[in-house]
């Protein structure tokens, strides 16, 4: 089976769908008699990736990326954390938009054309080999108007 266009379920992403809940621990000094509202506090609508065990970049696989640009590199232990921070909050935040997109077209699975709706129109990137050819990504970058070429064709005609 193609792995690129299995899709994803959304099991509880749905709009209707209960929300994730995360015990807070009542202060000590608070008690039920001086209106406390309760003890747990509405986090997010769909799941977290911070709780999974699945961790999407490792410190070693971040070392041997910084040791394929410059052998002679070595990162402090809190840029690395930083990194690693920084790509668990992309990857989740692209998630979370693309389910956002999923759900609003009606559907019950995450698929390929979600992830790439979103990287294509958030964050103005591309992954070579999906959603369609290079050329089609050619067209939509217009070279302007007539007018425009033709003082672009002035400007190339009075250099030479």
């Known amino acids: 089976m193609n792995r690129q266009n299995t899709p994803v379920p959304l099991s509880g992403l749905s709009p209707n769908a209960p929300t994730t809940q995360s015990s807070i621990a009542p202060n000590e000094s608070s008690s039920p008699s001086s209106g406390s509202q309760g003890a747990s506090t509405q986090v997010s609508q769909f799941p977290s990736l911070q709780h999974s065990v699945f961790q999407l970049m490792t410190r070693s696989k971040l070392q041997e990326m910084v040791k394929e640009v410059d052998p002679h590199e070595q990162l402090d232990e809190e840029v690395e954390d930083l990194l690693l921070g920084m790509t668990d909050d992309f990857v989740e935040n692209v998630i979370d938009m693309a389910a956002d997109v999923a759900v609003h077209r009606g559907a019950t699975t995450l698929e390929t054309h979600d992830i790439l709706l979103v990287l294509s129109h958030k964050f103005n990137m591309w992954i070579p080999g999906f959603g369609g050819s290079e050329e089609t990504r050619l067209v939509k970058r217009s070279s302007g108007t007539e007018g ?13």
């Open 148 to 160: 425009h070429r033709q003082r672009l064709a002035v400007i190339r005609k009075s250099k030479n």
